[in-house]
């Protein structure tokens, strides 16, 4: 809670050098919009409410603090994560981002991070989620990407967190303030909502524009068989459309004959003085 707006290397080459192996950085609550120097023998940097995302090269110099186990910047204003950012991190437990302007992970994001245990990605602008951003960790203790976009998630993605709630202590997934599709994949994620015995935050999970008759309404207003679309539904509708059309071609056939009956005898006259004439 000062003032601070500048931790680039010429302001903190001094501390470095007098205290090379510094653990702890805390600087919340400042106006912070350089961190590219920063002592890389940090291991835990918490820098919630400051500018960071101003600068791409802030981020940059992340990747080159090995030893981080916490990572906590949220509310910083950052609107994308450069690829490989957390790869040469293999102690990092907790990766908080909240209240940034996320709107994408990229894919394999925390494929090193073994010892991952926490990932706060709320009140981003995530549209998806992606089986990989859990993938690799041995185990996770709590999750949270409320107040998002997400529109879909995916049954990998559940499979996941029921193996990690077998193998780990995962206890919570909170998934809640987000605009479900509540398109036919939305009765596998219900139907998980109900069974699994992960606390799963729900609250205000509500169907989006992409179904007209339930937008606005909450998920679990509807039972599971509502959202599942049958094997066998797009089948019918196109085998129905094929007998419409094979059933309708003689009556359309016979309504262009009869509309153009004039013209259909002018063309036998024609064809009949042919043959005449041939003979």
């Known amino acids: ?25 805390f600087a919340e609550n400042n106006l912070v919009t350089d961190i590219t120097g920063i002592c890389v023998s940090v291991q835990r940097l918490i820098m919630s409410d400051n500018f960071v995302g101003l600068r791409v090269e802030n981020l940059l ?7 981080l186990d916490r990572i906590e910047l949220s509310r910083n204003g950052i609107t994308a994560l450069p690829a490989h950012l957390t790869t040469n991190m293999p102690h ?10 996320i709107q994408h992970i990229p894919q394999h994001f925390f494929k090193t991070n073994t010892k ?31 107040g998002n976009l997400i529109n879909h ?18 206890w919570l997934f909170d998934i809640s303030g987000n605009p479900l599709d509540c398109s036919c994949d939305t009765g596998d994620f219900q139907r998980w909502i109900h069974t699994s015995e992960i606390v799963a935050n729900v609250r205000n999970l509500t169907c989006n524009g992409n179904a007209d008759h339930r937008k606005g309404n ?30 309708s071609s003689p009556l359309v056939i016979f ?8 013209y259909v005898s002018h063309i036998r006259v024609v064809v009949r003085a042919m043959v005449a004439s041939a003979k």
Request: proline share 2%; hydrophobic share 40%.
């Open 116 to 146: 991952l245990v926490k990932i706060d990605l709320s009140s981003n602008q995530l549209n998806s989620i992606d089986f990989s951003l859990i993938q690799n960790s041995e185990k996770f203790y709590e999750i949270y990407l409320q």
């Open 255 to 262: 309504i262009y004959m009869y509309c153009n009956r004039w």
């Open 61 to 67: 110099q992340l990747r080159q603090m090995v030893n």
């Open 1 to 25: 809670d000062n003032k601070l707006t500048d931790l680039s290397k010429g302001a903190t080459e001094e501390m470095c050098r007098l205290m090379p192996k510094i653990k702890f950085f």
């Open 218 to 247: 909450h998920v679990l207003d509807y039972t599971v068989s509502t959202f599942y679309c049958k094997w066998w539904t797009p089948v019918l509708i196109a085998s129905s459309a094929l007998i419409a059309v094979i059933l």
């Open 153 to 170: 998630v995916p049954q990998n993605f559940t499979d996941r967190l029921d193996i990690l709630s077998n193998e780990s202590q995962l």
């Open 92 to 101: 990092l437990r907790d990766f908080v981002m909240s209240g940034n302007e």
